[in-house]
Every structure is written in C-alpha cells, then in structure tokens.
C-alpha cells in the first residue's frame, strides 16, 4: 500500500471514528478512577490506606501515554501499558483486600515480593463478591487469558515480530497504521480497561460504586463502559436501591441490548 492510500485512510471518517471510540473509553475509565477516589478520601483515611487510590495516579500515566502512543500509531508499545495496567490492577486489589497495615509505605514492604514479581496467579486468591456465584471464576480466566496474550507484546517474542514484518510487508510501518490495527487495539483496550475498573471497584465501599452507577432518577450512568457484560453485572447488583424500582424491567432490557464486550 502506497502513502497516498494510508494517507487517504487515516483521514478517513471509519479511522476518526474509531479514534473518537479510544478517546471515549480514556474518559470514562478516568473520570471514574477520579469520582472513586474524590468518594472515598471524604472518609478521611482511604486517601492514606487504600492501595488502589494511591495507584490512580500511576494508572492515569498509563493511560494517557497510550493515547499518546497510539496516535503516532505505536500499536505495539499501547499493549505493553495494557499489560502493565493489568498487573498493578490486580495487585493493588489483593493489597487492599488483604493488608494488615494502614500506613501506605507498611504496605509496600508487606508486598514486596508480590509487587517485584510478573506473576498474576494471585488472582485466584481474590474474591469479586459482585461477579459471584456464576461469573468470578470466568471473570479470572478471561483475565489470565488476556494477560498472557499481552505478554507477547511485553517479551521479545516470534508472534511480535512475525506481526511487524507481516505489517511492514504491507506498507504499515511506524506511524502509518491504519483503520484495522486501531481497531483491534481498541478492542485491547475495553477490555483492559473494564479489567482494571473490575478491580477497582472490588477495592473500594460499596456506596462509592453505587453513587457512580446510579443516577438520582435510578437509570444507569451513560458512559462506555456500561456495554462490559462485567460492568452490567456490578450493575445489577444495585437494582435494590428504592429509585430504581419503578424502572427494573426497563434497566434489565437495556443491559441486554447494550452489552457488547
């Protein structure tokens, strides 16, 4: 494919279409991450003890610098973040749910061998009592699976280079990407992004989760991540407050006409 052509297709409508789509997700993932945070410190300790607030700044850096990757069309690099947001995602929730210290730094030397270590197998020792009883464990295997998917993308591996040379051959060098590999990396990046919000929604008070959910009418928050069949599931798990029950079959319908991830 000649430049003309890439060219022609990075300004196409389908391609900022699709790139409106990222800058949808990296919205929603960081207005979230901020309205758990701002919930929780009122209580006056969670800004010190929680493990996973204190990441939020580490986990927006992420963010943000795959939105400034991916824009330059640096696929690969975005997965490598991807990854790492998966890793600290989980880690943070164990510390969360299973420290027996308050002060954050105590934290860090109780798990100091967890949070130097690559392994995420400690993921099967977390409880996600909003998932529970039909969908944790698939929840946990769909997160290993991405893992180790990203990990090829982390190490140099044969998969990650067959894939560059297959897109070179083509013409999509650094920077030329175009509409197909945006897309699958979007597609990389709901359900990252869906893992770690998951995560940090098993790592903070239950009314921090349905403050962000619930909208004081009882519909559901409008924002992207509201298609993850997980986020449907947290959802769900709210229809018990009074001003939604007038509207239960309306918000189950809606769950299940939106979901697509």
């Known amino acids: 494919m000649d430049k003309i052509k890439i060219d022609e ?74 990854r790492y947001l998966i890793e600290l995602s989980i880690k943070s929730c164990l510390i969360v749910n ?17 949070l130097n270590s690559s392994n995420i197998n400690p993921i099967n020792s977390l409880s996600f009592g909003y998932l529970k009883p039909d969908y944790e464990d698939e929840f946990k295997t769909e997160v290993k699976r991405l893992y180790g998917y990203l990990c090829k993308y982390s190490h140099s591996s044969s998969h990650q280079i067959l894939e ?18 945006l897309k699958e990396l979007n597609n990389d990046i709901e359900r990252v992004f869906a893992v770690v919000l998951v995560m940090i929604f098993h790592s903070v008070a239950q009314y921090v989760i349905g403050d962000f959910m619930v909208e004081p009418n009882g519909e559901t928050v409008s924002w992207y991540f509201s298609k993850s069949r997980y986020i449907n ?29």
């Open 9 to 82: 297709e990075l300004n196409s409508d389908a391609y900022k279409d699709e790139w409106h789509r990222f800058i949808e997700m990296r919205k929603s993932i960081t207005y979230c991450l901020s309205f758990c945070y701002m919930n929780s410190v009122r209580d006056g300790v969670s800004g010190e003890q929680n493990f996973f607030l204190r990441m939020i700044d580490d986990i927006t850096q992420s963010v943000i610098s795959i939105e400034i990757i991916a824009k330059q069309g640096i696929v690969n690099t975005c997965r490598r973040e991807l």
């Open 164 to 181: 560059r040379l297959a897109r070179a051959e083509m013409g999509r060098t650094i920077g030329f990407e175009g509409l197909q590999e």
């Open 233 to 261: 599931i947290i959802d769900q798990q709210f229809d018990y407050k009074h001003e939604r029950q007038s509207i239960l079959s309306k918000l189950k319908a809606e769950r299940l006409e939106r979901v697509s991830f």
């Open 98 to 114: 299973n420290t027996t210290k308050q002060i954050f730094e105590e934290q860090i030397d109780e798990y100091e061998k967890l």
